[in-house]
């Protein structure tokens, strides 16, 4: 302290101050700029939020809604306009989309009568998309697997994405459909997806038909190859000559489980738009496919199918314990099935 007193006078003293510190100056002046740097920054971030927003708005604004004020009002549950999340659907975007599925049982027409949905232009069945387990696993991945069919971002050879008119598949009614109709019949209601349901009349074809394809899946009759369905009369002649022998023991009990499981799918969904074919109608009268066009509310044309029918001709020829079976179901509610046609 001695070097900063100094002495003027006998009887006085100054004392002079202390020098200020640079390291606190320093300090001083970066703490007042890392202030202001961040009030800067603030006032810079509020003014890039409003004008993303901005961008937003003008991309709502942009945007059209699509909407078709000649549509019959109470179509409007039913009618959709897709947003996929894997293509764009371009000029079709405003083109409405109907949500279908056909619920079936296996061996009873629904590949043939998928296939003549599938040759119109407008619609795009995907097929047997539960026949895949993953899929079914649960219900939560049952509504995930329709979120995409229905958003249009399931691929098949079916596919017509763009401006499709209706899309839908085929569902087995032992592919979790009834195990958990619950959620699928909420989902389809909410969904406004339409139901067509397509049965065979004559179970005992229909038995046939399980029987001998099933048969198929190991002989491979056609050069080493399985198929459940046929593009000539080749071959379906080759697959028609292995003849089933049916268990006459369990063949009532078998036939009324059928018939269950048909009355039942029914009953679960009867409160969802749908209509009932049956295989049989469609082959005596195709005009019934107009009836399906109507229902899906789209354009009528002509459809068409390549596949050939396996079994035809009177069951006797079908069946290698003929015998048996005519004897089990004559005077039962069954023995029509013995002379129908198909």
Not at 65 to 83: A, L, R
Not at 137 to 146: G, H, M, P
Not at 184 to 211: A, D, Q, T
């Amino acid at each position: 302290m001695a070097e900063d007193i100094c002495f003027f006078a006998k009887d006085s003293i100054i004392i002079k101050p202390p020098k200020k510190s640079p390291a606190l100056l320093r300090m001083v002046v970066v703490a007042f700029t890392l202030i202001f740097g961040i009030y800067i920054c603030s006032i810079c971030l509020k003014q890039t939020s409003l004008e993303n927003t901005s961008k937003y708005l003008n991309i709502e604004v942009i945007e059209k809604p699509c909407h078709n004020y000649d549509m019959d009002q109470s179509q409007i549950p039913y009618v959709h306009y897709p947003k996929p999340k894997t293509f764009s659907r371009a000029e079709c975007s405003c083109n409405a989309v109907r949500r279908f599925a056909i619920l079936s049982m296996q061996r009873s027409g629904s590949g043939w009568f998928e296939t003549l949905l599938n040759s119109h232009m407008n619609v795009s069945s995907n097929g047997e998309i539960f026949s895949v387990k993953y899929r079914r696993e649960n219900a939560s991945s049952i509504l995930r697997t329709l979120d995409t069919v229905y958003n249009l971002d399931f691929f098949t050879s079916a596919s017509k994405n763009h401006c499709s008119a209706a899309v839908g598949f085929k569902w087995m009614l032992n592919q979790g459909l009834i195990e958990h109709h619950k959620e699928i019949v909420e989902y389809f209601n909410r969904k406004g997806v339409s139901v067509i349901f397509l049965f065979r009349k004559n179970l005992l074809r229909r038995m046939v038909s399980i029987l001998s394809n099933s048969h198929d899946r190991y002989a491979k009759l056609l050069n080493g190859t399985h198929k459940s369905h046929v593009h000539s009369h080749e071959e379906a002649g080759t697959l028609a000559k292995y003849k089933p022998e049916i268990n006459t023991t369990l063949l009532i009990t078998d036939l009324k489980r059928m018939e269950v499981s048909a009355t039942e799918a029914l009953d679960y969904f009867n409160s969802t738009r749908h209509m009932i074919l049956y295989y049989e109608d469609i082959v005596r009268n195709q005009a019934k496919l107009v009836d399906v066009l109507e229902f899906l509310r789209l354009p009528n044309m002509d459809l068409s199918s390549r596949q050939v029918k396996i079994h035809n001709g009177p069951l006797w020829k079908h069946i290698k314990n003929w015998d048996d079976v005519n004897k089990t179901l004559s005077g039962t509610a069954y023995e029509k099935f013995l002379r129908a046609d198909y």
